[in-house]
């Protein structure tokens, strides 16, 4: 059951939303978004559409990773005086490669309770899909661009766990080749792409086989890459 406006606590919501299919918002996220006093937004146009789609009208604000620091005090402020507020991003959990982490830690330090609702997120079902182990795995997310890329790629490749990474359709391809230099071209891996869209699609097999099947795949959407351990 969604909740009611004095059901609502005053402390921060940290509320996921769809990384593609509409239908992945739970009840209980629509409840907080539609009772609290406010909604943080790292896109506040990307999330007044959403809003918009199930009928909820709410004051949003501009959070995001350029304006976070000097946001960040007025926010306290307004949590400390009690208000209910809601933190979402353009897709998924935040604070799993989106903002979230400053605010939850000011938050923290001032004993204001932070509630994070279970939701959608792309590493999770692109991990259990993959037919890789999955019992233990190390979430890198997105690789440096240029310094200290190389070193983390050697760090990566010693690691006897499942590795997961993001990439972006710009650099995968690019990526790919690094993983197989850094990698070998025989190790195990899983490319996802648009999970829970409508081309969602796994590419399975060694790294040279998935480098192989790409050569005729359009390299759209944002990818999840999932490699085995060494």
């Not at 259990?128 to 182990?133: T, Y």
């Not at 050697?154 to 359709?169: D, G, K, M, R």
Request: net charge neutral; charged share 20%; hydrophobic share 40%.
């Amino acid at each position: 059951m969604a909740p009611v406006k004095n059901e609502i606590k005053a402390c921060l919501y940290l509320v996921p939303t769809p990384i593609g299919n509409l239908s992945d918002m739970t009840p209980r996220a629509l409840g907080v978004l539609s009772a609290v006093d406010f909604i943080l937004s790292e896109d506040t146009r990307v999330s007044n559409k959403l809003l918009m789609h199930f009928n909820i009208e709410k004051s949003l604000r501009s959070f995001h990773s350029q304006n976070e620091h000097k946001a960040l005090q007025s926010i306290v402020d307004k949590l400390k005086e009690g208000a209910s507020v809601a933190l979402v991003t353009d897709a998924g959990t935040p604070g799993i490669s989106d903002p979230a982490y400053l605010l939850v830690r000011a938050c923290r330090k001032e004993n204001i309770p932070v509630i994070a609702l279970p939701g959608a997120t792309a590493f999770v079902p692109a991990l259990v899909a993959s037919g890789l182990p999955c019992d233990r795995f190390f979430f890198n997310g997105f690789l440096p661009q240029k310094k200290g890329r190389n070193t983390q790629l050697n760090w990566l490749a010693a690691l006897n766990c499942t590795i997961v990474l993001y990439e972006s359709p710009h650099r995968l391809l690019k990526c790919l080749d690094e993983l197989i230099a850094h990698f070998g071209s025989e190790r195990q891996a899983c490319f996802a792409k648009e999970i829970s869209k409508l081309f969602e699609k796994y590419i399975t097999g060694s790294l040279q086989e998935i480098k192989e099947q790409l050569t005729s795949e359009k390299i759209v959407g944002e990818w999840v890459i999932v490699i085995g351990g060494s």
